[in-house]
């Protein structure tokens, strides 16, 4: 059975990669985040994953439209700004994604009738651009002081044709691989919060990274 098989997966690195907790192998590109960056919004985050950088904002808990209003919880919207030109399906695509994440540590409950908005600005896209929006999300949200059960964080991972694991892949490394898989997981108690796929792996291979992240 495809479950029982084992698997021998390797974690590939890249020169000048930070070591990860999974071991010298297990390793993320060099990232930083930076808060209360804008004036405008109640809470702002920048967070750089490699070359990878994303502006976020956070607006609310605020008054909503009577028409998006929910009785019993905050109305929780995403906005996904590409570095040029307009919003297209693939942002709409991040976008549900992102808000799925956030409304599973959102305790949208407190401020029922309420609109809480992030607005996501990519700076500059070298790679793993969804996990690094996830980051800037939460980062931007905590900076808001918005109320959630826990924080939550993304990872991106790609598969390359030998089986190779690459944790935090650039641009290149997400076109040469088989497949491409991003996470969300909550740092309380590590449970899967959202996940997306594209490409074609084995379920082992699906989730062998888990191991080397925890």
């Known amino acids: 059975m495809e479950g029982a098989m084992q698997v021998d997966t390797q974690i590939r690195t890249e020169p000048g990669a930070e070591a990860g907790p999974g071991g010298p192998g297990c390793s993320l590109r060099h990232f930083a985040c930076e808060q209360n960056l804008l004036s405008r919004p109640d809470g702002s985050a920048s967070f750089l994953q490699g070359d ?45 994604l992102i808000r799925n994440t956030c409304e599973a540590v959102v305790l949208g409950a407190l401020h029922p ?75 309380v108690e590590w449970k899967l919060l959202m996940s997306t796929t594209k490409g074609l792996y084995t379920n082992a291979e699906g989730f062998q990274w888990l191991v080397f992240w925890k």
Not at 62 to 78: M, P, R, W
Not at 128 to 155: E, H, I, K, W
């Open 52 to 96: 990878t950088s994303v502006l976020a904002g956070v607006y609310g808990p605020a008054e909503v439209k009577i028409s998006k209003e929910i009785f019993n919880k905050a109305t929780l919207e995403v906005l996904l700004r590409p570095k040029t030109g307009l919003p297209g399906v693939a942002e709409k695509s991040r976008e549900r």
């Open 113 to 187: 009738r309420t609109s809480i908005t992030v607005v996501l600005q990519v700076i500059s896209d070298a790679g793993s651009l969804l996990a690094c929006c996830l980051n800037a999300a939460c980062m931007a949200l905590v900076d808001a002081g918005v109320p959630m059960r826990a924080l939550f964080c993304g990872v991106t991972c790609a598969l390359d044709a030998d089986g190779n694991l690459v944790l935090d892949p650039t641009v290149k490394q997400e076109k040469e691989a088989r497949a491409i898989l991003t996470f969300a997981l909550d740092s």
